[in-house]
């Protein structure tokens, strides 16, 4: 009878963590490393000036690894499942509202072990607006590639389910323009082409800044793509800071996000870097000392009918973190 108490102990216990997954970006580069089952809670904030900061909603960062399946799924075929090489992911997922605007926003950035694609960056939007973005990163015949696509309206179709009465009695049905419905939106064409060798997405460029605050440097350069666009991000070390959180109070680095075009990469109307959560500029995040963990971040985000909106991202709940991560005393 001994033997079920420790049985019952057993099946309860949490199963071990698995190690963080360290991803290679080649040599000489800084590698990505992905923690294992980490879940961020954040609220979100915008300035309203004499009000304060009002809570429009809320924005979950995860990590975790996976089994690599080698090859697409075939109906009737069996998937190859390779346990010794793994797949890291990295999850972004905010919905909030603010003065009737909706949204609903997911980031996905898939590492996978093979040449092409060796990252799978997907932007999916809902609410107000409705849109679809997906970036394939890797080495294509022999080359470091870029392929992206996105959806849009899809206008002059001749599906009867988008067409729309007339507002005049006398006038017949005509297909609807520029309407929000993400079921109104087809994908485009692919574009492809070539890109520096180290080049990341968005999420990814957020945990190699939180590596290099993790290590104690105080500087680090990498391109990245957004929207089939080159930049060269840098992050750059500032002050130190206790950070008051509804998680608790943190000692924090300001790390500094600012970007800029390459050299030869063509200057268009609208080049103006846009990062996580959708902030454009310069981006401010205040991350543990020790850990590099996101406590804060701050920036503009610009919302179609309302205005630019000054936004403060801050840390609500955390698990699966380092043992060093913990709010001081």
Same mark, same amino acid.
């Not at 919905?95 to 960056?121: A, D, F, N």
């Not at 800044?209 to 990245?224: K, Q, T």
């Given at each position: $009878?001994?033997?079920?108490?420790?049985?019952?102990? =057993?099946?309860?216990?949490?199963?071990?963590?698995?190690?963080?997954?360290?991803?290679?970006?080649?040599? !000489?580069?800084?590698?990505?490393? *992905?923690?294992?089952?980490?879940?961020?809670?954040?609220?979100?904030?915008?300035?309203?000036?004499?009000?304060?900061? @009002?809570?429009?909603?809320?924005?979950?960062?995860?990590?975790?690894?996976?089994?690599?399946?080698?090859?697409?799924?075939?109906?009737?075929?069996?998937?190859?499942?390779?346990?010794?090489?793994?797949?890291?992911? *990295?999850?972004?997922? =905010?919905?909030?509202?603010?003065?009737? /605007?909706?949204?609903?926003?997911?980031?996905?950035?898939?590492?996978?072990?093979?040449?092409?694609?060796?990252?799978?960056?997907?932007?999916?939007?809902?609410?107000?607006?409705?849109?679809?973005?997906?970036?394939?990163?890797?080495?294509?015949?022999?080359?470091?590639? @870029?392929?992206?696509?996105?959806?849009?309206?899809?206008?002059?179709?001749?599906?009867?389910?988008? &067409?729309?009465?007339?507002?005049?009695?006398?006038?017949?049905?005509?297909?609807?323009? %520029?309407? %929000?419905?993400?079921?109104?939106?087809?994908?485009?064409?692919? %574009?492809?082409?070539?890109?520096?060798?180290?080049?990341?997405?968005?999420?990814?460029?957020?945990?190699?800044?939180?590596? $290099?605050?993790?290590?104690?440097? +105080?500087?680090?350069? &990498?391109?990245?793509?957004?929207?089939? %666009?080159?930049?060269?991000?840098?992050?750059?070390?500032?002050?130190?800071?206790?950070?008051?959180?509804?998680?608790?109070?943190?000692?924090?680095?300001?790390?500094?996000? +600012?970007?800029?075009?390459?050299?030869?990469?063509?200057?268009?109307?609208?080049?103006? &870097?846009?990062?996580?959560?959708?902030?454009? !500029?310069?981006?401010?995040?205040?991350?543990?000392?020790?850990?590099?963990?996101?406590?804060? *971040?701050?920036?503009?985000?610009?919302?179609?009918?309302?205005?630019?909106?000054?936004?403060?991202?801050?840390?609500?709940? /955390?698990? !699966?973190?380092?043992?060093? &991560?913990?709010?001081?005393?």
């Amino acid at each position: $009878m001994v033997l079920l108490p420790l049985i019952l102990l =057993a099946l309860s216990a949490p199963a071990p963590a698995e190690k963080p997954l360290v991803v290679s970006r080649g040599e !000489g580069r800084d590698p990505l490393v *992905i923690p294992s089952a980490e879940v961020l809670v954040y609220q979100v904030e915008v300035d309203v000036g004499v009000l304060g900061d @009002a809570d429009v909603g809320q924005v979950t960062l995860s990590t975790g690894q996976e089994p690599y399946r080698a090859g697409l799924p075939v109906p009737g075929e069996t998937v190859t499942v390779d346990p010794e090489r793994r797949v890291g992911w *990295i999850k972004s997922q =905010a919905h909030g509202s603010y003065l009737g /605007y909706e949204l609903q926003h997911e980031l996905e950035s898939r590492h996978l072990p093979q040449t092409w694609p060796s990252v799978l960056y997907r932007d999916t939007q809902g609410g107000y607006e409705n849109r679809r973005r997906e970036l394939k990163l890797g080495v294509l015949d022999g080359k470091p590639t @870029a392929v992206s696509r996105h959806d849009g309206h899809c206008k002059g179709c001749q599906n009867p389910e988008h &067409f729309v009465e007339s507002t005049w009695a006398w006038g017949d049905p005509s297909h609807c323009t %520029k309407c %929000k419905r993400a079921e109104h939106r087809v994908w485009g064409d692919a %574009k492809s082409r070539e890109i520096a060798p180290d080049s990341v997405d968005l999420l990814t460029a957020v945990y190699l800044a939180r590596s $290099m605050i993790a290590e104690g440097r +105080d500087e680090v350069s &990498f391109p990245i793509i957004d929207k089939q %666009k080159q930049w060269i991000l840098t992050v750059t070390r500032g002050k130190t800071a206790q950070v008051e959180t509804p998680a608790g109070k943190f000692h924090c680095v300001l790390a500094q996000l +600012d970007s800029k075009l390459p050299p030869g990469e063509p200057q268009r109307d609208n080049s103006r &870097f846009e990062g996580l959560f959708g902030i454009q !500029g310069t981006i401010k995040i205040w991350m543990e000392a020790s850990t590099g963990i996101p406590v804060l *971040i701050t920036g503009e985000l610009p919302v179609p009918v309302i205005r630019t909106l000054d936004l403060n991202v801050r840390l609500r709940s /955390y698990q !699966g973190t380092p043992e060093k &991560f913990a709010p001081q005393r």
